[in-house]
């Protein structure tokens, strides 16, 4: 069993590291903001749900992929960065129609999961950085070092849940601020688009 000292010092780690600007909660503050709180907390669950699927891939030694292979790092991210110009462009094209009406498009709950889901996983920086941190706080004499892992990845999952909850809060409330102001919508949508498209250039770029 992992000691208790380790694990709240990773749960600090961890914390700290969803509160430091990245793609995922650049995301969720987004769609808070454009869609509400609820939309902020439908794309956190499916960002931990992908953290669910990186979790295990360095339990079961599957991560050592990206690490080791250039073709499939490449692919990987080749797959995060057009997913993200795929949101750029509707967002761009959300913001257009917004123009002509008065009744801001709504995007179901299950569409929102999915995005996180997809937006995580199609990340390989992720599954590197789970590959590099998580083993740091396991230690073979204290058991399982696959069940350790399993446990770190929740602490960590628990940590993004608090911290991104709070900014899909924040960012909601902000949203319906702005919401009432002419035009902000319209604009919102237009900093999301540019953003995605800032997401996807930074991941084409990222090096193995």
Same mark, same amino acid.
């Given at each position: 069993?992992?000691?208790?000292?380790?694990?709240?010092?990773?749960?600090?780690?961890?914390?700290? =590291?969803?509160?430091?600007?990245?793609?995922?909660?650049?995301?969720? =503050?987004? $769609?808070?903001?454009?869609?509400?709180?609820?939309?902020?907390?439908?794309?956190?669950?499916?960002?931990?749900?992908?953290? +669910?699927?990186?979790?295990?891939?360095?339990?079961?030694?599957?991560?050592?992929? #990206?690490?080791?292979?250039? +073709?499939?790092?490449?692919?990987?991210?080749?797959?995060?960065?057009?997913?993200? +110009?795929?949101?750029?462009?509707?967002?761009?094209?959300?913001?257009?129609?917004?123009?002509?009406?008065?009744?801001?498009? @709504?995007?179901?709950? =299950?569409?929102?999961?999915? @995005?996180?889901?997809?937006?995580?996983?199609?990340?390989?920086?992720?599954?590197?950085?789970?590959?590099?941190?998580?083993? $740091?706080?396991?230690?073979?004499? $204290?058991?399982?070092?696959? =069940?350790?892992?399993?446990?770190?990845?929740?602490? #960590?999952?628990?940590?993004? +849940?608090?911290?991104?909850?709070?900014?899909?809060?924040?960012?909601?409330?902000?949203?319906?601020?702005?919401?009432? @102001?002419?035009?902000?919508?319209?604009?919102?949508?237009?900093?999301?688009?540019?953003?995605?498209?800032?997401?996807?250039?930074?991941?084409?770029?990222?090096? $193995?």
């Amino acid at each position: 069993m992992i000691p208790v000292e380790t694990m709240l010092l990773f749960f600090a780690a961890s914390t700290a =590291l969803a509160v430091a600007p990245g793609p995922d909660n650049i995301f969720v =503050l987004t $769609q808070s903001a454009l869609y509400g709180p609820r939309a902020g907390i439908a794309v956190t669950l499916g960002l931990c749900t992908g953290l +669910l699927v990186h979790t295990a891939m360095v339990a079961l030694g599957v991560a050592v992929l #990206f690490q080791n292979s250039a +073709l499939a790092f490449d692919l990987l991210k080749t797959a995060g960065a057009l997913y993200l +110009l795929y949101l750029a462009w509707q967002a761009f094209r959300a913001g257009a129609a917004e123009l002509h009406t008065d009744n801001p498009r @709504r995007i179901p709950p =299950l569409r929102l999961y999915l @995005r996180g889901i997809v937006m995580n996983v199609t990340n390989p920086k992720v599954a590197l950085f789970f590959l590099a941190f998580l083993p $740091q706080f396991t230690d073979p004499a $204290q058991g399982s070092v696959t =069940l350790q892992i399993g446990i770190l990845g929740g602490i #960590f999952i628990i940590a993004t +849940l608090l911290v991104f909850g709070s900014v899909a809060w924040f960012a909601g409330a902000l949203g319906k601020w702005l919401a009432q @102001r002419p035009g902000a919508h319209v604009v919102m949508h237009r900093v999301a688009g540019t953003l995605f498209v800032a997401l996807a250039i930074k991941l084409i770029l990222v090096e $193995q």
